[in-house]
Antibody, heavy 119, light 107 residues
Framework: EVQLVQSGAEVKKPGESLKISCKGL????????IGWVRQMPGQGLEWMGI????????RYSPTFQGQVTISVDKSINTAYLQWNGLKASDTAIYYC????????????WGQGTLVTVSS | EIVLTQSPDFQSVTPKERVSITCRAS??????LHWYQQKPGQPPKLIMK???QSISGVPSRFSGSGSGTDFTLTINGLEAEDAVVYFC?????????FGQGTKLEIK
């Protein structure tokens, strides 16, 4: 059974760093990409970027380029989303989701990681 | 970047009603348009891909149509559990993008 298991909720202060994870279970990494999607409180979905589990090729939305870093550890089928210098406006649920070789639909989603940034 | 605009933002619906949600792209995206359903407290769930291709396990009352810039998700015979939020998503060009969402609420 395919699953994406995300790390738990985080509460951070402005300026702090954070790295959240998304572990893929039930599939091998060769043909898939993992995407990250932000959902701010009560709002819609925002496409942040994607990373290839095969070769770490990474594509960002211009909105998030330079604001976050997406990385992957292929050996453990895990993708990461990282911030250096959180802001209150980063408070949101962050979902990871799997997409196939041709990067089309997100067919499986993680449960989401709630990140709260507050002083 | 391609902007997706859904309409309506909100619709009050009744069970058994036929409901349509539209998604308009700011430029042609072929059939690279997908639909997700999001229930409260849950991640989105893929319910339609490539404009009109059904997804295994999704009830047949959901259908999709369109190509180019205009797309429609139709629910034939809405059930109470369908009164949640729907998002469209384009994968034609990077960066991908989502519509702003359409919330269906039972009258």
């Amino acid at each position: 059974e395919v699953q994406l298991v995300q790390s738990g909720a985080e509460v951070k202060k402005p300026g702090e760093s954070l790295k959240i994870s998304c572990k893929g279970l039930g599939f091998t990494s060769t043909a898939y990409w993992i995407g990250w999607v932000r959902q701010m409180p009560g709002q819609g979905l925002e496409w942040m970027g994607i990373i290839s589990l095969r070769d770490s090729d990474t594509r960002y939305s211009p909105t998030f380029q330079g604001q976050v870093t997406i990385s992957v550890d292929k050996s453990i089928n895990t993708a990461y989303l990282q911030w250096n210098g959180l802001k209150a406006s980063d408070t949101a649920i962050y979902y990871c989701a799997r997409t196939g070789r041709f990067v089309t639909t997100f067919d499986y989603w993680g449960q989401g990681t709630l990140v709260t940034v507050s002083s | 970047e391609i902007v997706l605009t859904q309409s309506p933002d909100f619709q009050s619906v009744t069970p058994k009603e036929r409901v349509s949600i539209t998604c308009r792209a700011s430029q042609s995206i072929g059939s690279s348009l997908h639909w997700y359903q999001q229930k409260p407290g849950q991640p989105p769930k893929l319910i339609m891909k490539s404009a009109s291709q059904s997804i295994s396990g999704v009830p047949s009352r959901f259908s999709g149509s369109g190509s180019g810039t205009d797309f429609t998700l139709t629910i034939n015979g809405l059930e109470a559990e369908d009164a949640v939020v729907y998002f469209c998503h384009q994968s034609s060009r990077l960066p991908h993008s989502f519509g702003q969402g359409t919330k269906l609420e039972i009258k």
